[in-house]
């Protein structure tokens, strides 16, 4: 292979890295060891650009995929199996693109125990690059429930004063729905195994996705993993982990949070409970896309009232989020395609909104927009950064944010499934209350005399933190006015999940009797490693 | 250099000088001093593209010309480019946004040289300019919402330029989300379009049209024009537009004048050919346009703030505008939408011009020491101005007189081709055009009326600011009175490129010509029947009836201002008491929006949303949490914390264990 | 003479016996670990006889499994006895309780 074993040095290089760092003994060094570990494994990961072939789509296969079967014992069929396609691409790139950028907003906000601290975000890293690389169910479930445990650390350590509340409530809320995923990922293996691996344990994507479930057992299992999933988005109403663990948490982990981790609940949604279980997950579109709508516009509500600004983002995401879970259910390429942009778009315009907000923090120490006000004055360069971070957020075209927020609404409007014109025109006033809310957030916080003779003397930032705004800066104006690049990586698997998708609804209504169905006619090779 | 390149070149320039002057600005602070090279930079980059417009407009041969520059966004059967069209329509958009751009970027080196913000104020026009142009230019619907939704950015960045001020920034937010609520509409119109037509590029749509469904053409006409009624300031959206003067002048006349307030007529005539197939929705336009432009001109007699005289007149025109829309005389309004620029572009600038004035006024009173705080933008303290400053006073005079319809100026011709269409279009039996023409007759009194007053208030009678006998202005420099002197000229002039149909039959009427469908143009237009040669008795007497009116307004206007000065107010006010109250008040407009909408949504998300979130749905986690405890608090005891203890316990069990396994 | 393998089980039994309420009553932490020694001692005892008794090597291997196992646990307790007592200063286990409810 060219490129040999790329998408296993992108998983585990950071976690080499945090063997290293938890070795050395000054902040300085570990630090640096800390940046270049991203950094590296930034860099190497620009090179599935290079090597990604975007016309292949999932039903092939994934791109340079490993596969090692020796890990567990014969009588399972399970795998070290990662790859790219699709679906998972732009994801891996944005989780290696916030390596370093963590690394850097954290250089002097952490000042407590910083060997821990770099030493569990890189772990989170090699959690969350192997949850998006995993081809087997299994083995996304182990790299699911990695990301747990440095993440409750983070919070609990370096977060605010409610943080062991925020860290407990977060493992909590998920490790519920994971453990309720487990119990249908056993059920599942076993099912399919016996469908269609010979009686073997197995928890091969691709050998799971030719299995039909009968309707009421998809029902349920689609219950099962769609409740995780939801938790870790979060769909309203299990979202209240969310604000919690977001105020709490210290920058730099309220960025990963925000910019990779909650993608793993949307990303679960589009790799498993679609091609698992279509239909369960169509016959139950409409009911996650209300809960969806509900979230766009009850998130902008509640966020307009809140006092502090990082719960203020934080609901901003409930509502951000709705719209991506929307376009995942409204099964048109449109829609689908916004959905998966919007992810990368989310994560990059929120990451970018608490980064923000944890300088501001650093500087004042407070996160309550009361403190604030008419700090443009003091702070010309890191308003320019908030004002072009919100107007992504808040949708603006140009920026990044309208291209994935457009595609969503208008292929759910086209939808079949979710294409309620009362129901989408719904989701669309989202988009004016994100103006109301960001914008009552920058009139508060930067506009107006200053108030606080605190905010006179507030320094602006510094070239460490331009830097590390910069490419998201640019990220955002690029994916605002040239996002079909970065769309058509993404086209042809989405593409193939949708045409999955139909046909096994279609095998469905051709076998009535409701038993469980392997369909050989699936257009998916199974054979390809 | 072919026409693509022209075209990206012309849409990029001020992209470019936005970038350029916004982050050198920005991030090396010792450039924002050079203010000569910041405005000139600006300045050109608006020149340039008018110079390429004006090229193109001589090369142009009558078929549209589309650019395209690369694929936006592609997804499933969604694709949209930025696609830019030059077609008739467009050009002349394109010239008067640049034209009248370019002045305004003149004029604002003299106006804002004493900015610290200078460096950003020309980043944001550029910017501005930018946005206009996709707007205009723009070939889907698509990329017109991207400069739509652009220019309410520059809007809201501008009318927050002074964000100091805390209610400069809540006119800005007011601003950018009312635009928004017109937006939302906006989108949903695309959705539809996108579903049933596939596409949303202007051809496709425009074509399409007549094979959609009765009932979904409603809705986009319908939807369009509730988009188009946020931009362009009509009721019931047009609340923003009189706060929005709290930006810099000169941004007034730009943004909330000339260009970006007139994109929804831009809108309308550029569907023309889908709007008619809309007959019940062109009624809507007609009355809203026809409520909106009587509405604005009331308020606008009670009002003291010069700019805010203005800015109602803006509403109270645009309204005009879409009565003409309704009446299906989109190149009418394309036509009035020009000469407006004119005219209220120079009356803009004219004002700001006499605050430039009075601010040196309030500057002199200050170094003497007085305790006076002077509203610059008050009327009630200005008075006499002619003596000091001569050319504001004429130049705005004569955009009075050209607003007004003062007979062979720019206004007499555009308005009363509105007035005449209307009743034209009633006369070949739609009643409700009927009642659009009698609306606009009334308004076009009023209008003369009140835009009278503001001159004489402003520039005639005595002066009434503190000390007066010592103290007083002078004229703005060159670079402010210039771009005035060339606006009242176009003021003066713009007419003629419509005359109307009674001269020569319509055959000197350029901007039919060069717009309508009926002679290949882009711009379609609602058929009436062929009149009788005897209708021509009728034009005449509407063309001086129209004239009349304007003199009659203009004439009682001159005459008691004059005569009573400010005190004549007070007499208005006792004559019409309790309309006078609710126009001063303008028809309480802010204060519902507050108690129905803006009261309600806040209170439910902050008393009913939060505590929701907080207690119930969060309760109820806590509460799955708590339960665990209390049933964990029966067993706690267990749990003594000495090893011993345990220690003891494994025993016992071992013990049980072997005596089970030896005797059991 | 030949002492029969009764009376070493007798003698582990006892030290096993005592080492049990070592751990079990004393409370100085130290002594808890020598009584656990205890126990492991008399264990090997009991694989020391039974081993000669009934002539098979393997018991007398796990005496040296055990021999190294309570070294490691003694290393190892006595470590944590000291880390331990550098908080708390002192060997009472009635101190460690942060195990409690």
């Known amino acids: ?529 | 250099m072919n026409i693509d390149s022209l075209v990206l070149l012309a849409i990029a320039l001020p992209l470019m000088g936005a970038a350029f002057n916004g982050l050198v600005g920005l991030f090396a602070p010792g450039y924002r001093s050079n203010k000569t090279l910041i405005g000139t930079l600006g300045t050109l980059c608006v020149a340039i593209p008018f110079a390429i417009g004006v090229l193109l407009f001589i090369q142009f041969d009558h078929d549209a010309h589309i650019t395209r520059a690369f694929t936006w966004m592609s997804a499933g059967d969604f694709t949209a480019d930025f696609g830019y069209r030059v077609d008739q329509l467009s050009l002349l958009m394109m010239l008067i946004v640049t034209g009248v751009g370019a002045l305004i970027h003149i004029y604002s080196i003299g106006y804002m040289r004493d900015d610290p913000g200078f460096w950003k104020f020309f980043a944001y026009l550029n910017l501005f300019i930018f946005a206009m142009l996709n707007l205009v230019l723009g070939d889907n619907l698509l990329v017109l919402f991207l400069g739509w939704e652009g220019v309410g950015l520059c809007s809201y960045l501008l009318i927050g330029f002074w964000f100091t001020d805390l209610k400069n920034s809540e006119a800005a937010n007011k601003a950018f989300i009312v635009n928004r609520i017109g937006d939302f509409a906006f989108l949903l119109a695309m959705f539809i379009l996108f579903k049933d037509l596939g596409s949303l590029d202007f051809d496709v749509i425009l074509a399409g049209g007549a094979s959609l469904a009765p009932a979904t053409i409603n809705w986009v006409v319908f939807l369009l024009f509730i988009g188009a009624t946020g931009k362009s300031a009509q009721i019931p959206l047009f609340v923003w537009l009189p706060d929005a003067m709290a930006g810099p002048t000169p941004v007034s006349a730009l943004i909330h004048a000339a260009t970006m307030v007139t994109s929804g007529l831009y809108l309308l005539a550029r569907m023309s050919s889908l709007v008619l197939l809309a007959p019940g929705v062109m009624t809507f336009i007609a009355i809203i346009g026809a409520l909106t432009a009587i509405m604005a001109a009331t308020i606008a007699i009670t009002q003291n703030d010069i700019k805010r005289v203005l800015a109602y007149s803006t509403v109270s025109q645009l309204g005009f505008m879409f009565m003409a829309a309704g009446v299906g005389a989109f190149f009418v309004a394309i036509f009035h939408v020009m000469t407006h620029a004119f005219f209220k572009g120079c009356l803009f600038l004219g004002s700001g011009s006499v605050i430039h004035g009075m601010h040196e006024v309030e500057h002199q009173l200050e170094e003497e020491g007085h305790e006076v705080h002077l509203d610059p933008q008050d009327m009630r303290t200005m008075g006499g101005l002619r003596k000091y400053m001569p050319a504001t006073s004429i130049t705005y005079l004569i955009s009075t007189l050209a607003i007004a319809g003062f007979p062979l100026m720019s206004g007499f011709f555009s308005k009363d081709e509105i007035l005449f269409k209307a009743f034209e279009y009633g006369y070949s039996g739609n009643g409700y055009a009927w009642f659009v023409w009698v609306v606009g007759i009334i308004t076009a009194l009023l209008t003369a009326f009140y835009m009278m007053r503001s001159y004489v208030l402003t520039f005639r009678g005595k002066e009434r600011w503190p000390n007066a006998d010592r103290i007083h202005p002078h004229e703005s420099p060159a670079s402010m009175t210039g771009p005035l002197w060339a606006l009242a000229v176009l003021a003066i002039v713009g007419g003629f490129l419509g005359l109307p149909g009674v001269i020569a039959h319509g055959d000197l009427n350029w901007i039919h010509h060069w717009l309508g469908a009926p002679y290949g143009g882009p711009v379609a237009e609602a058929v009436v029947a062929e009149h009788e040669a005897s209708f021509i008795v009728v034009e005449w007497i509407l063309l001086i009836l129209g004239g009349v009116i304007a003199l009659v307004g203009l004439g009682y206007a001159w005459r008691v201002y004059n005569r009573d000065g400010i005190e004549f107010d007070q007499k208005l006010a006792i004559d019409f008491r309790g309309l006078y109250t609710t126009w001063a008040n303008k028809y309480y407009w802010d204060e519902g929006y507050d108690k129905a909408v803006v009261k309600p949504v806040l209170g439910l998300a902050r008393r009913v949303m939060d505590p929701f979130d907080r207690y119930i749905v969060d309760g109820l986690v806590n509460g799955l949490g708590s339960m665990v405890r209390a049933f964990s608090s029966l067993f706690k005891y267990l749990q003594t914390g000495v090893v011993q203890n345990y220690a003891v316990a494994i025993l016992f069990g071992v013990v049980l264990l072997l005596g089970l396994i030896i005797f059991g | 003479m030949e002492i029969p393998v009764d009376w070493y089980l007798a003698l582990s039994a006892i030290l096993f016996l005592l080492g049990v309420i070592g751990v079990l009553f004393r409370r100085n932490v130290i002594i808890i670990l020598m009584s656990i020694e205890l126990m492991l001692n008399a264990v090997n005892i009991s694989l020391v006889a039974l081993s000669q008794a009934t002539g098979d090597v393997s018991g007398q291997i796990l005496v040296f499994f055990v021999m190294s196992v309570a070294a490691a646990e003694a290393a190892v307790g006595l470590a944590i006895v000291i880390a331990i007592f550098r908080n708390k200063l002192s060997v009472d286990v009635n101190d460690f309780n942060l195990f409690k409810h």
């Open chain 1, 1 to 529: 292979m060219p490129i040999g074993n790329i998408i296993s040095v992108l998983i585990f290089l950071p976690l080499v890295g945090a063997l290293i760092t938890m070795l050395l003994r000054s902040e300085s060094q570990i630090k640096w060891a800390a940046l270049i570990t991203t950094s590296v494994t930034f860099v190497l990961s620009l090179g599935l650009l290079w090597g990604f072939d975007p016309s292949l789509g999932t039903g092939t296969g994934p791109q340079m995929a490993e596969v090692y079967s020796s890990w567990f014992p014969d009588a399972f069929d399970i795998k070290y199996y990662v790859g790219v396609d699709g679906l998972n691409v732009l994801l891996i790139l944005l989780t290696t693109l916030l390596g370093p950028i963590l690394v850097l907003s954290s250089w002097t906000y952490i000042k407590k125990a910083p060997r821990g601290y770099y030493t569990l975000m890189l772990i989170l890293q090699t959690g969350i690059t192997g949850v998006f690389c995993s081809y087997d169910v299994f083995l996304f479930y182990i790299f699911f429930e990695l990301t747990l445990i440095p993440m409750y650390f983070i919070i609990g350590i370096w977060g605010g004063e409610d943080r062991i509340y925020a860290a407990v409530k977060f493992v909590l809320y998920t490790l519920v729905g994971s453990l309720l995923m487990l119990v249908g990922i056993l059920y599942l293996g076993n099912a399919a195994g016996d469908a269609v691996n010979g009686g073997v344990f197995t928890t091969d994507w691709y050998k799971i996705v030719q299995y039909n479930p009968d309707a009421s057992t998809q029902t349920w299992l689609f219950f099962l993993f769609a409740f995780s999933f939801a938790i870790k988005v979060p769909l309203f109403p299990l979202h209240t982990w969310l604000p919690d663990a977001h105020v709490q948490a210290p920058s730099g982990g309220s960025v990963v949070l925000a910019g990779v981790l909650l993608k793993m609940g949307t990303y679960g949604l589009v790799r498993f409970c679609l091609p698992f279980f279509p239909y369960a997950s169509q016959k139950y579109a409409m009911l996650i896309a209300i809960l969806a709508v509900i979230g766009v516009i009850y998130g902008a509500l509640v966020s307009r009232v809140q006092p502090d600004a990082k719960k203020l983002v934080a609901y901003s995401s409930v509502s951000h989020l709705g719209f991506v879970v929307l376009g995942i259910f409204a099964f048109t390429t449109e829609a689908m395609q916004g959905a998966m942009i919007q992810m990368i778009n989310h994560g990059i315009s929120t990451g970018a909104l608490f980064l923000i907000l944890g300088m501001m923090y650093e500087r004042r120490h407070t996160r309550m927009m009361d403190d604030f006000g008419g700090i443009a004055k003091s702070v010309p360069i890191l308003t320019f950064f908030m004002v072009f971070s919100v107007l992504a957020s808040a949708g603006l075209p140009g920026l990044n944010g309208f291209v994935g927020e457009f595609l969503i609404l208008v292929g759910s409007f086209k939808s079949d499934v979710i294409g309620n014109p009362f129901l989408i025109a719904a989701a669309t006033t989202g988009v004016i209350l994100a103006a109301v809310y960001l914008l009552w957030m920058l009139h508060k916080t930067f506009f107006g005399p200053i108030t606080n003779e605190a905010n006179r003397t507030m320094v602006d930032l510094n070239w460490r933190e331009i830097g590390l705004l910069a490419p998201l800066a640019v990220l955002m104006l690029v994916l605002g006015l040239a996002p079909s690049k970065f769309l058509q990586m993404s086209e042809a698997s989405t593409e193939s999940i949708i045409q999955i998708v139909d046909s096994k609804i279609s095998a469905m209504t051709e076998f009535e009797s409701g038993e469980p169905v392997a369909v050989g006619a699936l257009s998916i090779d199974s054979d390809q490693q």
